[in-house]
């Protein structure tokens, strides 16, 4: 099956630093990527949709100047958490929806958690 | 807006038991449902995906039913294994295309050796 990949799995980083999440799709094109946060023992959550080439679309509540979404080619979109501070402390995770894809099935990466200090 | 909620929040059990995870979601327009599995950590494992159009979809001691004029899910786990301890995460997703799964915040399983 398609396989996304997403790095890092984990990081630790002090307040008001930047860190960049990368989600590469390795075989397939991905032409959207959602990006989901979780709390601890909450659902996931959605946060941003982004389409190969276009400005990212944000939710309700979900800072676009702090929350910096790329998604430049096809094989990869990045989100970079902006001067991150303890309450940034999450745990996010990036699906992708494949070009052409009949049976619409989202991959999903095996996530970050990011522990701001 | 879709709500998903699935019940119980958590739920311990002895090995080898049979045992039924509960989804709800309030909009029953939906072009599928998936079962997701996420231990401590971790990213998501998909047990089970079932289209709108489908009623069930089975692999290994894993069941999934979906009646979704009742905006209804359930999982059911056949012999349950200690292994099988994680949460369980139910989503749905409104349509094809650039929609997004909505999820609920999944059931805590305990299976005691």
């Known amino acids: 099956g398609a396989v996304v990949s997403q790095h890092p799995s984990r990081v630790i980083c002090k307040s008001g630093t930047s860190v960049k999440i990368e989600c590469r799709s390795l075989?397939?094109?991905?032409?959207?990527m959602f990006w989901y946060r979780q709390f601890p023992k909450q659902s996931l959550m959605l946060m941003a949709t982004?389409?190969?080439?276009?400005?990212?679309?944000?939710e309700q509540g979900v800072e676009k100047d702090k929350f910096l979404i790329n998604h430049a080619s096809l094989t990869l979109s990045t989100l970079t958490v902006t001067s991150a501070h303890p309450e940034d402390s999450s745990f996010y995770i990036c699906?992708?929806?494949?070009?052409?894809?009949?049976?619409?099935?989202?991959?999903f990466g095996s996530g970050t958690q990011l522990s701001v200090l | 807006k879709q709500e998903v909620t699935q019940i119980p929040a958590a739920l311990s059990v002895p090995e080898g038991e049979n045992l039924v995870l509960n989804c709800s979601f309030t909009d029953s327009a939906i072009y599928n449902l998936q079962w997701f599995r996420q231990d401590p950590g971790k990213g998501l494992t998909s047990l089970l995906l079932?289209?709108?159009?489908?009623r069930e979809q089975t692999s290994g001691r894993l069941n999934a039913s979906l009646d979704k004029s009742s905006g209804r899910s359930t999982l059911y786990i056949a012999a349950s294994q200690p292994g099988d301890s994680a949460t369980y995460l139910c989503a749905v997703r409104r349509d094809s295309g650039n929609t997004p799964l909505v999820f609920g915040k999944g059931t805590r399983l305990s299976v005691i050796a």
């Open positions: 699906s992708a929806r494949e070009a052409g894809n009949s049976n619409e099935k989202l991959f």
């Open positions: 982004s389409n190969e080439g276009s400005k990212a679309t944000y």
């Open positions: 075989d397939f094109q991905a032409t959207t």
């Open positions: 079932i289209q709108s159009s489908q």
